[in-house]
């Protein structure tokens, strides 16, 4: 396939441009028919002859499966051709990450990639561009965002914690810092909480947008969480253990070694930012983000995890120590109780508590675990 001649973005007066393809959409239209040879096929919006399916219609574009592009430019949706699995595609430079394909390709080979603490999420292929040494398609499940749908019980977000503090701790012990494990890059498998499916990006669609994409609890359907991307993560030999490493900030800019040094050792970094992740989203929340009910248990261990000074916050082995207790001496009551949001509505409130009731009398007699675990 010739992609040396990349077709030019169309011009059309600025009204016309809604629901068109952007210009970094046009990257992926280009590469369409390279990785259908590789054997994955992109939504139709990026065939070479699509011609968007509003048009001569009365429909709105942003009704249509193929009005949307992603929300962002570097990952795209795919479909493995050989088997039909839904499938993500990142784009990534590799002068700019030279270690995220090293990483991430060695979390997923076995045996490392079958141990069951093992929450990097897979990487199923590394394809390299044709017409850009530089650029790399990394090919994963398709995920969502680990908080949505919002979680319906206490024991649900118990569950979060208890799998990305292992998924960390795994990481430690292979001498590997993810150092940006914040609340965009925790992710989560959502394909058995969508029976019916959702659409690639508008996650909140079913896949024909002619609905709401409808979907289970974690209680009914435990899922699986998986930290993603190993943009900044580092792998060290035992010998360099504690590494002193240059300040490179992720997405949270609060981790306080930032603010005094020039460089840091990334793994207490680790601890900060899931803990500053757990204090933020789930304890106490600011004017944008919602805090949510029932985890208050939480906050001894949090409050340790974010420790202004990093020699003072415990190990990764340390917090799953400290948490496998806290888990234990959770009772059932508390762990089938309803994640309230502070933002909520009275209103929405009052709906949710209903529902949330009559999951929970039925949960209780079928024997359903209050920890919904994957098995």
Known sequence: MDVSNPRPTETLPQKDLRGRLSEDEVFWRDHYDWLLECGYQLQPRYRPDWKPSWEGTNKLWITCVDGSGPPHYSTMAAERVSDGELLTLKRISKSVFPHEIEIGQYFSTPPISEDPYNHCVPIYDALQVPDDGDIHLLVMPRLRPHDDPRFDTVGEGVEFFRQIFWGLKFMHEHHIAHRDATYMNIMMDARLLYPAGYHPFLRRRNPDMSGPAKHLTRTQQPVTYYLVDFGLSRKYSPEDRPPLEPIIAGGDKSVPEFATVDACDPFPVDVYTFGNLIKMYFLDGDEFTSSRSGFEFMRPLVTDMTQADPSKRPTMDEVVERFEIIM????????????????????????????????????VAKRVPPIPSPK
Do not use: E, Q
């Open 328 to 363: 234990k001496g959770l009772g059932s009551w508390k762990l089938r109780s309803r994640v309230v949001k502070s933002k909520d509505s009275y209103f929405m409130g009052f709906f949710r508590s209903i529902r949330h009731w009559r999951r929970r009398i039925v949960f």
